[in-house]
């Protein structure tokens, strides 16, 4: 069965400064989402990558697909409080299954 | 807009008692999924639906059942519940996660078995 893997589980890092969350896929992905949680709520739909080397932004969230579509990062630029929360990739491989990863913790220092 | 809503929000059981989640959605989506949400654990898939009167097997199905009668509607049943089974549900629904990618959750549901 597929499985991602996320790295950090937990980051803290300080307001204004850079970060990278990593997500590998133990099989060539279909798809690829991300998403954003916020403590105690539901999650929040960030974007999906689908071709290899495909890169896409949401606000001062980058993320890429690698060109083999086993590898993703997301990429936060100048990170604010508002960025705190649990970021999660999912996959799916076209059988309706779509699954999750076990999460990054992200905190953000004032 | 209510889009997805889970009932109830809270419940406490204890062992062996049995009860029902409800997940609607008003968004005429074909898909719906259950998921569940442990520390450290990330989400993992209980069962999901690709449309009315269907239903799937996930990656952690034992110990629940589903239904997916009206298509607006997906259950997520416990017959006998243990305290292995405490934790936050999440429900989902999508029109086309392969085109789209965009599942859309619900508020989650905590369950304690004690």
């Known amino acids: 069965s597929q499985e991602l893997e996320q790295s950090p589980q937990s980051l803290i890092v300080q307001e204004g400064k850079n970060l990278t969350i990593n997500c590998t896929s133990s099989k060539t992905l279909y798809g690829l989402y991300w998403y954003k949680q916020k403590y105690g709520e539901g999650l929040i739909f960030l974007m999906m990558l689908q071709k290899g080397g495909e890169e896409k932004s949401h606000e001062k969230i980058t993320a890429k697909l690698d060109e083999k579509k086993q590898q993703s990062s997301l990429h936060i630029t100048a990170s604010q409080p508002s960025h705190a929360g649990i970021y999660l990739c999912g996959a799916t491989n076209r059988d309706d299954k779509i699954i999750f990863g076990k999460g990054t913790r992200l905190h953000i220092l004032p | 807009n209510a889009g997805v809503t889970q009932t109830p929000k809270f419940r406490v059981l204890k062992t062996g008692q049995s009860m029902t989640l409800l997940c609607a959605q008003d968004m005429n989506h074909e898909y719906m999924y259950w998921y569940r949400q442990d520390p450290g654990m990330g989400l993992r898939l209980i069962h999901y639906s690709v449309g009315e009167g269907t239903t799937a097997k996930g990656e952690v199905p034992d110990g629940y059942n589903v239904s997916r009668l009206k298509k607006q509607n997906f259950l997520l049943g416990l017959e006998s519940a243990a305290p292995s089974q405490t934790s936050v549900y999440f429900c989902?629904?999508?029109?086309?996660?392969?085109?789209?990618?965009?599942?859309?959750f619900g508020e989650g549901s905590r369950l304690t078995v004690l």
């Open positions: 989902a629904s999508s029109y086309r996660p392969e085109v789209t990618g965009e599942l859309f």
